[in-house]
């Protein structure tokens, strides 16, 4: 068997039908160049058609209309804008951000930013699933809100967020929403048009079969944003710069083919991730973290007492397996990653954690090849592990595991 990939939510393999539409941008066709798209001629008038062609693959896949999508370099940038925008565009005296604990670092390193800079933001506790409560977030909204920001579904444990609710909370009270779609497009229903308190959206090509380095922010009609990117006035003045063609045609075309390939992929991302589920939970003190139920098709988040995260990668990888350390933990420490801080993980946890993330092309007989595996690694690291790391896993049964 080759190498597994089962780190998707890090990055997914370009499609080799996305690589196809893309070629013909990046190669010299024959007897022409091909144009930037703010030219007038021919050249540049092809490259434009083109960029509107992708504009409404990515405007369909979430139910928005082709005016409402902005295309970045990728989902930082898209959270960066937003997140930087809606603070920017709110009147002077709204000074205030309710932002989740769990955001991945573009939306949290963007929201401190902020805060360094005088606004108020209400960092907002999630339940032990990592989950947001809505009534919670009712309760800390003020009059002096600028915005909200809740992702749609979390990079690192899965977990879903009840979206929905929240933007018919924000739309009744009249604040701005945000949320990061990044790991969510491709895996759950998006429907932008039914969902009016989505204010903008966060999305990324890499993580469902697009080029890196390409993303979009979805902007509702109406809603005012300021621009940090200044320039030749591109992409409705809010990111200016001349595009990267040969990407946002890549990222329509992946674009086209998850919302055409939705439910089969969904389907077969579910039964793996379930098939990981139920076989590393066999392992003794191994256990699922984030929402049993409502988490992404292909994420599985574990705990791994006994096992240290970065040993166990680095074996699974000389094994063959590609997968994730479950925690971006802080690099200066010894500290468990602001998601599983907020879901009340210590670092010890967060020292043993482990990210597996299946894409809809791994297969069963590669998730059994895994199994193996990784019930191999920890039965090693574990014989090896400091008694330190022994004792601070009292709900595993060391002996009788070794014994087994
Ligand atoms: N938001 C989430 C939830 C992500 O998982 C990621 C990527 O890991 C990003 C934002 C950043 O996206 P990009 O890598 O395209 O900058």
Redesign the pocket.
Known sequence: MDYVYLDN???TPLDGRVLEAMLPWLRRPDGGVRGNPSSLHRAGAVASEAIEAARESVAAMIGAVPGEIVFT???????NLAVFGLAGAAPPEKRHAVISQI?????REAGRYLEERGFTVTWLETDGFGRVDVSRLEAELRPDTAFVGV?????EVGTVQPVAEIAELCAARGVPFHT?????AGRERIEVGSLPGVSTL?L????LGGP????ALYVGTGVELTSRTFGGGQERGLRSGTENVAGIVGFGAAARLATGEFTRRVHTERALRDRIIDGATQIPGVRLNGHPSRRLSGNVHLTVPGAESESLVLMLDALGFAVGKGSACSSSGHKASPVLEAMGQGADEAFSALRVSVGFENTAEEIDAFLEALGECVSRLREMAPRTLKANSPDMDLQTEKGA
């Open positions: 939510a890090a990055t370099s990728g989902g930082t940038e898209a959270d955001e991945h670092a573009a939306v992702m749609w579904a979390n990079n990061d779609a990044v790991q969510a966060a990324s090509a890499h993580k890196q380095g390409t993303g």
